[in-house]
């Protein structure tokens, strides 16, 4: 692979800057990456683990000359990021973001960007449970999707050429359109993520399943739950904060979904509960067919921490 972009700047860098880092060191895809994060803590941390090529003290000198420029902050930190850096960016740059979220990110950088500089906004749909800057990896993005989502006006070329460098970090990408990204996810993680918060939570609240039952016990279905429940706080209290109607969409069609099903156990109806799993069966097994997981028994994770 040959380099994309001559100067790239990451601003914020937790899980998924410094595992974008690391995935264009591995192929070659960026001349220099600079590199900025809030707190002198994370910045030191990304010094000492060589994290970016240079470390800024601020994101107006990490953007300074950059040719692509992404936000790597929680959705809910974007706009003022954005604010900041916008009479630094450099004409012809690209802008974009990694934000689980597309129509409130939108919203909100989209007016600080200048006039002869492109935005491109982007979602990879990969992550862990981990973050900060010690917790990326080069291999995060292979064989995962990057949805890019295109504002009006975005320039073909500048979408085509953010397009070359995701697939260069190993991920398949399509374009989608902002409400229907949110909408999506909604059904696809940010639900999820708030019935997983749920279920812990309410494990939690049954004093009478002592914690080191519930820990010694764990079976497959609740420590998978778990392991979602302990996602960073921040980025999730801002997917939900800006994620609003997509997901109280799917939640109300979930609750009303589980009232039926509650309804068939509470009446014994067995045949509406096996044709139900039949159905949500097939789903994971075309998850396992279109190469996003694979049926090895525990979700076949590798165990990175041992
Ligand atoms: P992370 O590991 O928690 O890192 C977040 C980074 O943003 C840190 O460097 C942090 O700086 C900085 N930051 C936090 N608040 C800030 C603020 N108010 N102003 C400036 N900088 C701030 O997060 P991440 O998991 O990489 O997530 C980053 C983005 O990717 C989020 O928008 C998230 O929605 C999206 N995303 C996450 C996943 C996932 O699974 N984690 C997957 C796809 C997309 P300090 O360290 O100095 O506090």
Known sequence: ???????????????????????????GLAGEVTGYARSAETRETA???GLCDRVCDSAAEAVDGADLVVLCVPVGAMGAVAKEIGPMLKPGATVSDVGSVKRAVI?????????????????????????????????????????????????????????????????????????HHDLVLAVTSHAPHLIAYTMVGVADDLRRVTDSEVIKYSAAGFRDFTRIAASDPTMWRDVFLTNKDATLEILGRFTEELFALQRAIRTG???HLHAYFTRTRAIRRGIIEAGQDTDAPDFGRVKRDG
């Open 269 to 271: 109806d067995g045949d």
């Open 1 to 27: 692979m040959s380099v994309v972009y001559d100067r790239v700047a990451l601003i914020g860098l937790g899980l998924i800057a410094s595992s974008m880092f690391w995935a264009m060191k591995r192929a």
């Open 47 to 49: 010094r000492r683990i």
């Open 107 to 179: 919203d909100a950088v989209g007016p600080h960007i200048p006039a002869g500089v492109h935005f491109v906004p982007g979602h990879p749909l990969a992550g862990t449970e981990h973050s900060g800057p010690e917790s990326g990896f080069a291999e995060l993005f292979d064989n995962r999707w990057c949805l890019l989502v295109p504002v009006t006006g975005s320039d073909p070329q500048a979408v085509a050429r953010l397009r070359t460098l995701w697939e260069g970090m190993g991920s398949y990408v399509d374009e989608m359109d902002p409400d």
